[in-house]
């Protein structure tokens, strides 16, 4: 366990140890890199825009001290935490991992490796080691960002713990200091304002989209294979349909559609897969998760195990009044399938 100090404040970065073989797995990346500040969006806020190590537009928050330098922050990818230290790594969580607000638990007067968890992130997150050797790491949310961001400012004055779910002792934890909810809200703001004019154009035509899984890819690992979903605000009713197209037949093992519905979500409906042929798959009855700030019935989401065809599909959604689309999905329903191939 590693203390780092400045003034009264410090950061600490531990992890149980792991065979050096197991934290090989997610190092030598860095979705992120060192942002590079461009401008001051709010400077009530200290939120700033900036550029990525590969020119994306971000805009972030900055926690510094002598020996360590945290960025909070948003790209169009989602929502992000980036920490740099000088100290060395001492083991690495595998995925997946889940990430929370914690609270370390004292035992007497001595501080123990446990946490009390504080607010939870429910949605997935990225985990990146980049330098094996090295205690940075990188945390990604590609869903809910202003529920990641809301995470991380519960945790001021505390930790953001970052769990590996196969072995809950392994982890890596930052605390954060000064980040609070107002400096969240106007990273979300900034995002809003400033990211999305500077995302590249949707492809025409909008609603077809391919994200194969790489030739490498196991065959039974499930991948997210299509999502058009993203971060901006988002409108009923979409004005084009939901398009994917597979190459190779994929083994379909969760479909989910978003409804946030200006925040009152819908009961959910039925979604369905209509092949370009004219064949139905479905309809399929679907649960709900919530979404953003809780909202009940945002996500609705089936899990049919279907083995479909290469060929390209529309998504069907019952609920089309309900269905969430914005510019940046080129005005079609918002959805993600995940699968694995045959």
């Keep these: 366990m590693t203390l780092w100090r400045q003034g009264y404040a410090f950061v600490i970065v531990a992890a149980v140890a792991l065979p050096a073989s197991a934290a090989l797995a997610q190092t030598n990346i860095d979705p992120i890199g060192p942002l590079t500040q461009v401008s001051t969006f709010d400077r009530a806020q200290k939120i700033h825009v900036g550029r990525t190590a590969t020119g994306k537009p971000a805009c972030y928050f900055r926690e510094e001290g002598s020996s360590h330098r945290l960025d909070i922050g948003v790209t169009a990818e989602g929502a992000f935490i980036r920490l740099e230290t000088g100290d060395s790594r001492e083991a690495t969580p595998q995925p997946p991992v889940r990430a929370f607000a914690g609270k370390q638990v004292t035992r007497g007067q001595y501080e123990t490796d446990e946490f009390t968890v504080l607010q939870d992130f429910d949605k997935n997150v990225d985990y990146y080691a980049p330098k094996p050797d090295q205690g940075d790491f990188v945390l990604v949310a590609k869903y809910d960002a202003a529920g990641f961001l809301d995470m991380v400012a519960r945790a001021r ?23 609070k909810q107002s400096a969240a809200s106007a990273l979300i703001t900034c995002a809003n304002a400033r990211l999305q004019a500077a995302a590249p154009e949707p492809p025409e035509p909008a609603t077809q989209a391919q994200q194969q899984p790489p030739n490498e890819t196991p065959s039974q690992e499930i991948v997210k294979f299509f999502d058009n979903g993203n971060i901006y605000a988002v409108q009923n009713r979409p004005r084009r349909t939901t398009v994917f197209t597979l190459q190779a037949p994929m083994r379909v093992t969760r479909i989910m559609t978003y409804h946030w519905n200006n925040g009152n979500g819908a009961p959910p409906g039925r979604i369905a897969l209509r092949s370009r042929t004219g064949e139905t798959y479905g309809p399929w009855q679907a649960a709900s998760e919530p979404g953003q700030g809780g909202v009940p019935d945002a996500y609705w989401v089936v899990e049919p195990d279907l083995l479909l065809p290469a060929g390209t599909y529309t998504i069907v959604d019952s609920n089309p009044s309900t269905w969430a689309q914005n510019d940046a999905s080129n005005n079609a329903g918002m959805a993600s399938l995940e699968g694995h191939r045959e």
């Design 157 to 179: 004055g505390e930790f953001v713990v970052v769990q590996s779910l196969a072995n809950p002792k392994v982890q890596d934890i930052v605390a954060i200091y000064n980040f």
